[in-house]
């Protein structure tokens, strides 16, 4: 019997992806990883359109209007919660055992996905710790950024200061024009390797939620489509909130969560588990 397309897309998006140690090792050495052919087109081709029309309900100011902040990409968050097909994808067990392996944990969930398209003309995404962020624990949380086509670099691919998640380089500041000159600063008085290359389609990287990271302005006439998804510990226990953006997060993310308990709210579902992963063996 012929596959169909979606079934074909099911399979990629569940089948394990070969990670090697030295890129488990470079991901806990650098702070990210950037891992080739984790899709193929077919299964991007598949699943680009429902999360491409998502973000287009969202609402937004002109571009000329946006902040510093907003210039950057339009920004759609928890995509799986309002469409099949996104949570399918979300779900998908090849990239939640490829987060685990990396932090070296028994099991991944959810903390939150999100949409970052970069329009045509989309300014710079400014230096920042996605960590600044999130009112939790341990380290053990890492983000997976999906590109939906291929980043040259005119377009604005992800950069990485390489080993910059074991220095504090600004992790007490938010995302904007200020902080990015303090923290563009700081990385280069500290000779941080800036790790600045085009994404083939199909490539995804990972990074740290204490890796700080950047992105070029969109100077093409395409939009850069991104898709990501933050994975943690299973076990992760919430902390209490530094400040204010952590508290918008406990309330937004993690809901019902209290601080010293595990975030296992229904918007925190495990996505992969070193026991699912027998049980899909054995079953298979």
């Not at 140690?21 to 891992?35: A, E, P």
């Not at 359109?49 to 210039?71: C, F, G, H, N």
């Not at 085009?198 to 990287?205: A, D, K, N, T």
Request: net charge negative; glycine share 8%.
């Amino acid at each position: 019997m012929q596959t169909s397309e979606h079934e074909r897309a099911q399979a990629d998006i569940h089948s394990p992806y070969p990670l090697s140690d030295t890129q488990v090792q470079s991901y806990k050495d650098c702070g990210f990883v950037r891992l080739p052919s984790v899709f193929d087109a077919q299964t991007l081709a598949h699943y680009t359109p429902t999360m491409s029309l998502e973000v287009a309900k969202a609402d937004r100011a002109p571009l000329e209007e946006d902040s510093d902040y907003q210039k950057a990409f339009t920004q759609v968050m928890n995509l799986w919660v309002e469409s099949k097909p996104v949570k399918e994808f979300v779900l998908g067990q090849k990239l939640g055992r490829i987060a685990s392996e990396l932090m070296g944990v028994d099991g991944v969930r959810i903390y939150h996905d999100q949409a970052l398209n970069k329009e045509p003309g989309g300014g710079y995404t400014p230096w920042h710790c996605d960590g600044y962020y999130w009112p939790l624990q341990s380290d053990k949380i890492l983000t997976a950024w999906v590109p939906l086509q291929a980043v040259p670099k005119e377009m604005g691919p992800l950069q990485f200061a390489a080993r910059s998640h074991t220095h504090d380089l600004g992790r007490d500041l938010g995302i904007g024009g200020p902080a990015h000159k303090k923290i563009d600063a700081a990385v280069k008085q500290g000779g941080f390797e800036i790790i600045s290359e085009p994404f083939e389609l199909g490539e995804v990287s990972f990074h740290s939620g204490w890796t700080f990271h950047q992105a070029t302005g969109n100077g093409t006439d395409a939009p850069r489509e991104v898709f990501t998804i933050i994975f943690m510990d299973k076990d992760m226990i919430m902390a209490e909130p530094l400040n204010h953006n952590q508290r918008l997060d406990h309330d937004r993310w993690l809901p019902g969560v209290v601080p010293g308990k595990v975030c296992d709210s229904p918007l925190n579902p495990v996505v992969w588990s070193r026991d699912m992963g027998m049980r899909r063996t054995s079953q298979t």
